[in-house]
């Protein structure tokens, strides 16, 4: 009882007063399934990438935290391949710093803000976290390139236009596949170098 009541407070609020850049909702009238979007930050590889998540709010909300995850898939040293976070609000005490006064719209803030300033010492992707504190170029490169691919609207809404651009600019895009090919590889001989030092 708890839950639904206190849910409906969250969601009303999130409604009428949403953070910057966020907006959550009910996912078909399902009380315990939400679906919440982040609009990338500015100055941030993640600008004007619009991200989608899911929360999974358990039986024992607010003592226990709910489950999120992206289902846009985000180039970040803290956010999995599956769009599992690791980020300590997400968890109980001890490893974590869930509390019950906590809410939802505080945990997307601070998903977001983690998405603008990535805690490269707590990671989940080991080569993203190494990438981002060695060679910070590339990994804001990985993470544009990724943003523009996955989490872009415009490209989703012209996607005739997108087709003609392509078969005008094939040759265009090769080349930056080989260079994305390449950076990896770059990548991979410096962690081998530093290793060997």
Known sequence: MQRASRLKRELSILTTEPPPGITCWQNEDQLDDLRAQ?????????????????????????????????????????????????????KLPPKGAWRPSLNISTLLTSIQLLMAEPNPDDPL????????????????????????????????????LEEKINQSETSTTNDSTTQ??????????????RLDS
């Open 125 to 160: 992707m080991a080569d993203i976290s190494s990438e981002y504190k060695y060679n910070k170029q590339l990994f804001l490169l990985n993470a544009k390139e990724w943003t523009e691919k996955y989490a872009s609207q415009q490209k989703r809404a012209s996607k005739p």
């Open 38 to 90: 982040i609009l990338g930050g500015a100055d941030t590889p993640y600008e004007k990438g619009i991200f989608n998540l899911e929360i999974v709010v358990p039986e024992r909300y607010p003592f226990e935290p709910p489950k999120i995850r992206f289902l846009t898939p985000i180039y970040h040293p803290n956010i999995d391949s599956a769009g599992r976070i690791c980020l300590d609000v997400l």
């Open 180 to 193: 994305k090919r390449k950076g990896s590889s770059i990548s991979k001989k410096e962690k081998r170098s």
